[in-house]
T-cell receptor, first 115, second 115 residues
Framework: EAGVTQFPSHSVIEKGQTVTLRCDPI?????LYWYRRVMGKEIKFLLH????????ESGMPNNRFLAERTGGTYSTLKVQPAELEDSGVYFC?????????????FGQGTRLTVV | GNSVTQMEGPVTLSEEAFLTINCTYT??????LFWYVQYPGEGLQLLLK?????DKGSNKGFEATYRKETTSFHLEKGSVQVSDSAVYFC??????????????FGKGTKLSVKP
């Protein structure tokens, strides 16, 4: 069974440019999460999809971030325009259930560097 | 709000040494507690979990006991191996009903085991 896949693994862009990150969850997993780890800090929750609907986007830092999940399959996270403080590792995770006992399966992450 | 605090790293040990990584949490009620591990070049993997007080999670020789009285979930292993070198993250899911599997992470502790 394929795991959670993220593209690209690394991205280096200039401040002001646009970057789109992609996440392919495990097949059949309705729940998809995005997290971000800024250097030296905690991994922080960004948002949660249930199928194609945004269940919780309370962690999105600002309106420069746009997440979509068309058809309830893969998801994209677009940053436009990128700022220096957006640098970090972006993780995607998926799960069958969503709740107290959830075991989330994570991708390898996308390392974003904004210069 | 809910939070997780874990010991600062990096931690460097010799092979077969005893490992303890401290983790304490702040949360209302009875959260679920997790240890995730990230091996070099890989995504986060669930190492072990405990969902109620006094439960012990265990996997691959690692153990952690959910201590409600001290709000702790310390990770231990009796004899580490070089292959245990990784970054370890303590995390929780709150039981406040609002969380839908959203993990709250500590900052991570990097472990290096020398032969």
């Amino acid at each position: 069974e394929a795991g959670v896949t993220q593209f690209p693994s690394h991205s280096v862009i200039e401040k002001g440019q646009t970057v789109t990150l992609r996440c392919d969850p495990i097949s059949g997993h309705d729940n998809l999460y995005w997290y971000r780890r800024v250097m030296g800090k905690e991994i922080k929750f960004l948002l949660h999809f249930v199928k194609e609907s945004k269940q919780d986007e309370s962690g999105m830092p600002n309106n420069r971030f746009l997440a979509e999940r068309t058809g309830g399959t893969y998801s994209t996270l677009k940053v436009q325009p990128a700022e220096l403080e957006d640098s970090g590792v972006y993780f995607c995770a998926s799960s069958q259930e969503a709740g107290f006992y959830t075991e989330a399966f994570f991708g390898q992450g996308t390392r974003l560097t904004v210069v | 709000g809910n939070s997780v605090t874990q010991m600062e790293g990096p931690v460097t040990l010799s092979e077969e040494a005893f490992l303890t990584i401290n983790c304490t949490y702040t949360a209302t009620g009875y959260p679920s507690l997790f240890w995730y591990v990230q091996y070099p070049g890989e995504g986060l993997q669930l190492l072990l979990k405990a969902t109620k007080a006094d439960d012990k999670g265990s996997n691959k020789g690692f153990e952690a006991t959910y201590r409600k009285e001290t709000t702790s979930f310390h990770l231990e292993k009796g004899s580490v191996q070089v292959s245990d070198s990784a970054v370890y993250f303590c995390a929780l899911i709150g039981d406040d009903g609002g969380s839908q599997g959203n993990l709250i992470f500590g900052k991570g502790t990097k472990l290096s085991v020398k032969p």
